[in-house]
């Protein structure tokens, strides 16, 4: 059974940071890329970042570039996404998911082209 499995979210001050963990199990992990998502309370799904480790692509949203780092541990089958500089306006539930195909900066943020997700995990960022 495909299952990921998302950690690390609470609430913190603007300004703090906060890692999230997305740990997956069910599928070999080396041939999944993983995209972060985050959706606010009233406001549609947004692509957050996107690691594909089988070709050395990440990719982020313009609004946390410079802030947020997405990395991968392929020996613990898990990819993390570290958070700096948070702001309010990160406030959301953020999900992980995982994929087969290599997505490129004009599709890795679209929901669709993801085949598993997670449960979610909250974070709120108080000003």
Not at 72 to 99: G, I
Request: charged share 15%.
């Amino acid at each position: 059974e495909v299952q990921l499995v998302e950690s690390g979210g609470g609430l913190v001050q603007a300004g703090g940071s906060l890692r999230l963990s997305c740990a997956a199990s069910g599928f070999t992990f080396g041939d999944y890329a993983i995209g972060w998502f985050r959706q606010a309370p009233g406001k549609g799904r947004e692509g957050v970042s996107y690691i594909g480790s089988r070709w050395g692509v990440t990719y982020y949203a313009g609004s946390v570039k410079g802030r947020f780092t997405i990395t991968s541990d392929n020996a613990k089958n898990t990819v993390y996404l570290q958070m700096n500089s948070l702001k309010p306006e990160d406030t959301a539930v953020y999900y992980c998911a995982a994929t087969t195909k290599r997505l490129y900066s004009y599709t890795w943020y679209r929901g669709v082209q993801y085949d598993y997700w997670g449960q979610g995990t909250q974070v709120t960022v108080s000003s």
